[in-house]
């Protein structure tokens, strides 16, 4: 092979390896914001979706999440139409598996959930509970006037020494929960049986609560997290495996702490000389409200 084959062989390789690389990392949209414009791409195989960013009241469309910590985000306008009190509870879901949930008002708002960590196209979801109709002879029932939904990064990183709970989260600790322990950047506390935790509000409805945890005993056996109010009735329950994220559905009322347990069934036992406390149940690195 001459010295000018070999060149060209090795530019034309490059050139590959580079369009391989961009197809990578432009197999699909991550977001949609821009309308019509946005939504001609077939691979989003949008379903109840209005050219000028109307949302029916349940919507559907392809994304494609990025290889990094991500947060799903939706970003609308309820109109203000008949109603000067008018209210709807907004889902947004990912592969069918609802990530947050949230009572919106009129104007804008913006609704956002952690996701897991997995590349690849996804099949996003908006559903309105309450509908509302366009006037002046539009007529078509509607959810929101939808301005961005995608996948955005997640920047949320502990500093050395904080505490589990998110900055933004109206959560506060209660009995049961053991010292906060630091290793590198990571932050952790375990926790007893029934440890108990309170959730403020500034409205009646449904909180979503995340919980990044694991058990405190075998890492690598399922467990199943039930949450259970002060009358010890349950609210929510969610199994967890391994180390990983819980989403827990609960009532809160307005104006007061809203006070849970979270309890496993699982008898862990004494120690051998059976006076000595029970073991922790689970071990929290995170605590987030939605």
């Known amino acids: ?19 391989k690389g961009k197809f990578a990392r432009t197999q699909g949209p991550s977001s949609i914001r821009q309308f019509p414009s946005d939504l001609s791409d077939s691979r989003l195989e949008v379903a109840g979706i209005y050219a000028d960013g109307w949302t029916a009241p349940t919507s559907s469309f392809n994304l494609f999440q990025p290889d990094n910590r991500q947060l799903l985000v939706i970003r609308g306008m309820i109109p203000k139409i008949d109603r000067d009190d008018f209210k709807t509870d907004v889902e947004v879901l990912l592969d069918d598996k609802v990530m947050a949930r949230k009572s919106v008002g009129l104007g804008n708002f913006s609704v956002q959930a952690p996701v897991p960590i997995s590349p690849g196209k996804h099949r996003i979801g908006i559903v309105f509970a309450s509908v509302q109709l366009l006037p002046a002879g539009d007529g078509r029932p509607i959810g929101t006037r939808l301005s961005f939904a995608g996948f955005e990064p997640d920047s949320y990183t502990p500093a050395v020494g904080a505490d589990i709970i998110s900055n933004s989260a ?121």
């Open 1 to 19: 092979m001459t010295k000018t084959l070999r060149v060209a062989v090795a530019i034309l390789s490059l050139m590959a390896s580079g369009c």
């Open 170 to 290: 109206p959560v506060r600790l209660g009995s049961g929960w053991h010292d906060l322990e630091t290793f590198g950047r990571t932050t952790s506390r375990e926790a007893d049986n029934d440890a108990q935790f309170l959730v403020s509000s500034a409205q009646r409805g449904t909180k979503r609560i995340a919980l990044v945890l694991e058990s405190a005993t075998d890492p690598d056996r399922p467990i199943v997290l039930k949450v259970l109010d002060t009358s010890g009735r349950q609210v929510d329950a969610a199994e967890v495996s391994r180390h990983g994220t819980v989403d827990l559905f609960l009532p809160v009322e307005l104006g007061r702490d809203n006070d849970f347990r979270l309890h496993l069934d699982e008898d862990r036992g004494q120690g051998a000389s059976g006076t000595s406390p029970q073991r922790p149940a689970f071990r929290v690195y995170r605590i987030d409200a939605f």
